[in-house]
């Protein structure tokens, strides 16, 4: 396990939200006629440029002509009740204030990084009460000309006092039409456009986000964050050494594999041969200390299992996608002989993190869930590109330790070792790789873990996620409510729906 290199503000609110239909943006709908649409389009170069935005409709559409009315998420202030509503079918909220006195102050905040920031966003029509209650107008969730992904949330206050009460951030069910599309939109938050990555530029914890959501686009057929890939490859390809390599060669194998996957769905030629190049960059690495092994640095100063496992699996799906290969086939075997003899499977069937360098045995470390999962991912690969049914029986061992009640599932569900439980670092990675490789075993295994991931998800999602579906460190019941989330949590989350659909 490595230190931590970044840190992302966290989002917590408490709350669930509904689900609706799959809609990919932007969004069109056959319901609305070519005479509303144009009707709308006339004011919409207008408003835009004072600053609202127009999707199907423009910011500024009375709450009368909602399509639905949905309430997420409400709060409370002085006896005022403040609600946030939304219009589901147009991707559109407005907020309400009921029980109040004249002078009363309702409005919306919108936020397009996660509800982190929103000063762009901040007291959209603002309005107060003449009675006893006021609303606001509609306004739009996501911005789909900036390809923003927004979220809301209804705030109000007394005439008479100083006090404000916002309800919880929230959206609309566009493009979150099930629990893992609703989790992918909650990760997309944090996606920035300008740099490709999430988080404030977090490195290898973005190829597992961006992995997370390309598997996201294969298993339910949702497309709207396609760009990603190429968006994130174009403006980070040139980083650190170029072609995704740095320092840690981890790092570069996750991007590796993240890009064979970015060519399995899209078949563009650059991705396979940036994969190609990562794991050549791993193969510089491979030396005869301690009987073989990748390092885990450039500065060879130690040998652990995470980048072991990854050089396996990396090299056996390139192997898979080459015709004719031999030499990526080769690796990923010398690789898991290696592995294998290394001692680094204890006798449980549990990964440790490494070896101990003065004696080239198992250093004993702690058995992160990430490192059964990615070897389990592994040895499911290998044995897909070479037939050895003993490699699968190995994935399997591990993955039985992993899933146990006595290893590291206790009641059921994973659960990383104690690690803390902050979202904003590292480990908040590691139950998403380990979930991802027991996904992949469940499909070579017909559907032996299909009730454990089950398990899992529902877990997660009736017991640690907020009403804008973000997810916190714990899939099992916590006893302080929701854990409060960051982009390692929400990517892992997003695993383990996708593993589980």
């Known amino acids: 396990m490595r230190p931590s290199r970044f840190k992302l503000a966290s989002v917590a609110a408490a709350g669930a939200l509904a689900v609706g239909v799959v809609i990919q943006w932007p969004m069109s709908s056959s319901a609305q006629t070519q005479a509303q649409a144009q009707a709308e389009a006339q004011t919409a170069s207008t408003q835009a440029a004072a600053g609202q935005i127009c999707n199907r409709y423009c910011d500024g559409r009375d709450a009368a002509s909602a399509a639905g009315d949905r309430i997420p998420v409400n709060a409370a202030v002085h006896g005022r009740s403040v609600k946030l509503h939304v219009n589901d079918a147009d991707s559109m909220a407005w907020a309400s204030l009921e029980t109040g006195n004249p002078a009363d102050e309702v409005w919306l905040d919108r936020s397009f990084d996660g509800g982190k920031t929103w000063s762009a966003g901040s007291r959209l029509g603002a309005t107060k009460a003449t009675e006893r209650s006021a609303r606001t107008t509609q306004f739009n969730v996501d911005d789909w000309n900036t390809r923003g992904v927004g979220l809301v949330r209804a705030c109000g206050k007394a005439g008479d006092r100083t006090e404000i009460a916002c309800t919880p951030w929230a959206r609309s069910t566009w493009n979150a039409s099930?629990?893992?599309?609703?989790?992918?939109?909650?990760?997309?938050?944090?996606?920035d456009q300008n740099t490709g990555l999430?988080?404030?530029?977090?490195?290898?914890?973005?190829?597992?986000?961006l992995t997370a959501v390309m598997d996201n686009i294969s298993s339910s057929s949702m497309g709207s964050y396609r760009y990603a890939i190429a968006n994130t490859y174009d403006k980070q390809k040139n980083a650190h050494a170029g072609q995704f390599r740095n320092e840690f060669l981890d790092d570069t194998a996750w991007w590796g594999l993240a890009w064979i996957k970015a060519y399995d769905l899209t078949k563009d030629q650059r991705y396979l041969d940036t994969a190609r190049a990562d794991a050549d960059h791993l193969q510089q690495y491979w030396d005869t200390t301690c009987g073989g092994g990748v390092w885990w640095k450039t500065d060879k100063k130690a040998k652990n299992a995470i980048e072991n496992s990854l050089y396996i699996q990396l090299n056996a799906q390139l192997s898979q996608r080459i015709a004719g290969d031999t030499t990526y086939r080769g690796r990923a075997q010398a690789g898991w002989k290696w592995f294998n003899e290394s001692g680094l499977v204890n006798g449980q069937n549990l990964v440790n993190d490494g070896l101990n360098m003065s004696t080239c045995k198992n250093n004993g470390s702690t058995t992160w869930t990430y490192n059964q999962g990615v070897l389990v991912n592994a040895l499911t690969e290998l044995h897909r590109t070479t037939g050895d049914a003993t490699t699968l029986a190995k994935a399997r061992s591990i993955a039985d330790a992993m899933t146990s009640k006595t290893g590291l599932s206790p009641a059921g569900v994973l659960q990383e070792p104690p690690n803390g439980n902050n979202c904003d670092q590292d480990g908040g990675t590691f139950k998403g790789a380990a979930i991802r490789g027991l996904g992949v075993l469940n499909k070579s295994t017909n559907s032996a873990y299909s009730s454990y991931l089950k398990t899992n998800a529902d877990s997660a999602w009736s017991t640690d996620r907020n009403a804008a579906d973000f997810y916190g460190w714990d899939w099992a019941p916590v006893t302080n409510g929701h854990s409060g989330t960051g982009h390692t949590c929400q990517l892992s989350a997003l695993d383990l729906l996708n593993a589980a659909s």
């Open 178 to 191: 099930t629990r893992s599309t609703a989790a992918a939109t909650a990760l997309m938050t944090g996606y």
């Open 198 to 209: 999430f988080a404030n530029n977090a490195w290898w914890t973005s190829a597992n986000a």
